[in-house]
């Protein structure tokens, strides 16, 4: 930490942000192997159809619907870290089970549900944990810094990872590409460990008293209750329900309808996702230009609505990866322009002693969304085609601004304007 009358230094050059930093970005590495793995070993390997690989991509998000609970007993935890080290290490040890598997012949898709399943409930236990962490890594005034430094970091595994994932999928097979994920959040959870807190967390007594499901109520009414938060949640869940409807059916329509193999396929989407990275880079100083509030409008339009390009892809193999390429760019730089603004617009709105719990009921409507508009595009690819699907899902999820519109969300310029004790509209009901 900086001295008094000192400039602050650099986020990277503090041991514990940088240590929580480089975790963080081996992780975003290797999910972005396993997304584009975890799928194509189910098509290539196992002869899955659209539909089935739909529901393997909703066992991933299912455990989400619990989020609620489990962020609400999170918050009763002293020693957050030490969850989140452990939901690396129970996801790395579930992963290892698939390479293993399949190389003794006895890999099923059955075993992937499984698999998805339970490496689906560490990443809720992960989540729920980690608001109330970062608060603890980073000071309240550079959380839009710090949000998009993680952020780039992610952007960047979606540049390479998934040109390594294909590559890896093509060279080594599927399984061993998994493995690579493994290995990823073991790396992980050794970071996480050595990133040491520069605050100590504001203790809640209500935290640690009440009956779960109370405590889960609280933090599903303070949810609600800000208008902040209720106006990002229904976005956010708008937004993820058809954009889900999408991923479910990306690797299979890209794989079967495009004819893209899987090393093409990790390349379009790696040089695609350079659009993420730049707007994460962007993300500060376009909400300092135009407004933290106006960057997330912008991003919740761009977000979706590139999923068109997608539809419309065909010709000759140069115009389909072009065209997938592009609206993965598209869609990277509004999702990060969406995601860095909004989480730190909410990590300053929280209060220390809900973080978790407000993480927990956030995740149960927001994530626990993902898993039907998976089924909803796995049963609406079947019955309308891939394209029509596609289509909705593009339309669809550009409703979702409709939710921030009426919201004071637009009007916020800057997270100092929320330490105005005149911005009563910012303050949850009931206060």
């Known amino acids: 930490m900086s001295g008094p009358g000192e400039a602050p230094r650099p986020l990277l050059r503090e041991p514990g942000f940088r240590s929580f930093f480089l975790a963080h970005t081996v992780s975003q590495f290797g999910d972005r192997i396993s997304e584009l793995a975890f799928p194509l070993?189910?098509?290539?390997?196992?002869?899955?159809?659209?539909?089935?690989?739909?529901?393997?991509?909703?066992?991933?998000?299912?455990?989400?619907?619990?989020?609620?609970?489990?962020?609400?007993?999170v918050d009763r935890q002293p020693n957050k870290k030490r969850l989140l080290v452990a939901a690396d290490l129970i996801r790395a040890g579930l992963l290892v089970t698939v390479p293993l598997a399949f190389a003794f012949d006895a890999g099923t898709l059955a075993q992937l549900y499984a698999v998805a399943l339970l490496t689906g409930a560490a990443s809720v236990l992960f989540n729920t944990s980690y608001p109330a962490f970062f608060v603890l890594l980073v000071d309240r005034p550079r959380y839009l810094a710090a949000n998009s430094a993680l952020s780039a970091s992610r952007s960047v595994s979606f540049i390479a990872g998934p040109a390594l994932g294909g590559a890896l999928v093509q060279a080594l097979t599927a399984p061993i590409a998994i493995l690579v994920d493994a290995v990823s959040f073991l790396l992980s959870a050794v970071g996480v460990a050595r990133a040491r807190r520069t605050r100590v967390a504001a203790t809640d007594e209500d935290a640690a008293s009440g009956r779960l499901w109370q405590r889960a109520r609280e933090g599903l009414r303070f949810t609600l209750?800000?208008?902040?938060?209720?106006?990002?949640l229904g976005c956010t869940t708008t937004v993820?329900?058809?954009?889900?409807?999408?991923?479910?059916?990306?690797?299979?329509?890209?794989?079967?309808?495009?004819?893209?193999?899987?090393?093409?396929?990790?390349?379009?989407?790696?040089?695609?996702?350079?659009?993420?990275?730049?707007?994460?880079?962007?993300a500060p100083r376009l909400s300092a230009r135009i407004g933290v509030g106006r960057s997330i409008v912008l991003g919740g339009v761009v977000f979706?609505?590139?999923?068109?390009?997608?539809?419309?892809?065909?010709?000759?193999?140069?115009?389909?990866?072009?065209?997938?390429?592009?609206?993965?760019?598209?869609s990277g730089i509004g999702v990060m322009l969406f995601d860095v603004n909004l989480n730190a617009l909410q990590a300053t709105v929280i209060p220390d002693g809900l973080r978790s719990r407000v993480s927990g009921a956030y995740s149960t409507v927001n994530y626990g969304?993902?898993?039907?508009?998976?089924?909803?595009?796995?049963?609406?690819?079947?019955?309308?085609?891939?394209?029509?699907?596609?289509?909705?899902?593009?339309?669809?999820?550009?409703?979702?601004v409709l939710w921030l519109l009426p919201s004071p969300i637009p009007k916020v310029r800057s997270l100092d304007q929320l330490d105005d004790p005149e911005e009563s509209r910012l303050a949850p009901a009931g206060t």
């Open 225 to 232: 209750g800000h208008p902040v938060l209720r106006a990002g």
């Open 41 to 73: 070993l189910a098509v290539l390997l196992l002869d899955a159809t659209a539909a089935q690989v739909s529901v393997l991509t909703a066992l991933v998000w299912l455990p989400n619907l619990a989020g609620i609970f489990i962020g609400t007993w």
């Open 304 to 330: 979706p609505a590139s999923i068109a390009l997608v539809a419309v892809a065909g010709g000759p193999l140069w115009a389909r990866v072009t065209l997938v390429a592009a609206a993965e760019f598209l």
């Open 240 to 282: 993820n329900y058809f954009s889900f409807i999408f991923s479910a059916l990306l690797v299979f329509f890209a794989s079967r309808t495009l004819g893209l193999p899987p090393g093409l396929l990790g390349l379009a989407l790696g040089v695609g996702a350079a659009g993420g990275l730049l707007g994460a880079v962007v």
């Open 369 to 400: 969304v993902r898993p039907l508009g998976a089924l909803t595009g796995g049963a609406l690819g079947s019955w309308l085609g891939l394209r029509p699907t596609l289509w909705i899902a593009a339309i669809g999820g550009t409703l979702c």
